[in-house]
């Protein structure tokens, strides 16, 4: 079964501070995603990789950014954490794009 | 945009019933069509796959595609209460980038 782990698993951070989440995978997967998921918008795409070092843009990329310093290894950073990025973010991998995709756990974040 | 629309928002069904979920896609380039199963407080799971016309069965379950309206549909039969979960739909495109997902079906079966 594929692996991809993220952290931390559940934070809460002050509205205006920073936050990362990390996302690590086993799998060998070119592909990694950062999507969030609000009650009532199923999964909605932020940041994507398909190569270290090159990141590009989801649907939703306004107030994040994303990071893939390795193959194994993609972040979300929060600047400057709002109220309204409350939720719960997941990450995921594939061999290719299309291909199925692996997810993590999530990460529950709560600004406040 | 590309989208991927979902309905109904939620379903009841009874223990042993039928549950149909449909999905569309707001793109003709639509290459596949995905269903995830995602139970409460887990992560999403890869259910089944679609990408030609016609009809795939897994066990009680049954994916419908019809590529030329753009429209696939899930079915479950026998429902159980595991069966209970958020159904989302997703699609990916030629030359495409990453799945796209619906916003979900909430399906509840009722003992």
């Known amino acids: 079964e594929a692996a991809v782990t993220q952290s931390p698993r559940s934070k809460v951070a002050v509205t205006g501070g920073k936050v990362t989440l990390s996302c690590h995978q086993t799998?060998?997967?070119?592909?990694m995603y950062w999507y969030r998921q609000d009650t009532g918008h199923g999964l909605r795409l932020i940041h994507y990789s398909y190569v270290a070092d090159s990141t590009e843009k989801g649907d939703i990329p306004d107030g994040y950014k994303a990071s893939r310093p390795s193959q194994e290894n993609f972040s979300l950073i929060l600047e400057l954490a709002s109220l309204s990025q409350t939720a719960v973010y997941f990450c995921?991998?594939?061999?290719?794009?299309?291909?199925?995709?692996?997810f993590g756990e999530g990460s529950r974040l709560i600004v406040v | 945009q590309q989208k991927v629309q979902q309905s109904p928002e939620s379903l009841i069904v009874p223990e042993g019933g039928m549950a149909s979920l449909n999905c569309t896609s707001s793109d003709r380039n639509v290459d596949y069509f995905w269903w995830y199963r995602q139970h409460s407080g887990k992560s999403p799971k890869m259910l089944m796959?679609?990408?030609?016309?016609g009809e795939k069965e897994e066990g009680r379950f049954t994916v419908h595609l019809n590529k030329a309206s753009l429209h696939t549909s899930l079915h479950i039969r026998d429902s159980q209460p595991s069966d209970s979960a958020l159904y989302l739909c997703?699609?990916?495109?030629?030359?495409?980038?990453?799945?796209?997902f619906g916003t979900g079906t909430t399906v509840s079966v009722s003992p």
């Open positions: 995921a991998s594939n061999a290719r794009s299309g291909n199925t995709l692996y």
């Open positions: 796959s679609i990408f030609s016309n």
């Open positions: 799998n060998n997967h070119d592909y």
């Open positions: 997703a699609a990916s495109w030629q030359g495409g980038r990453a799945l796209i």
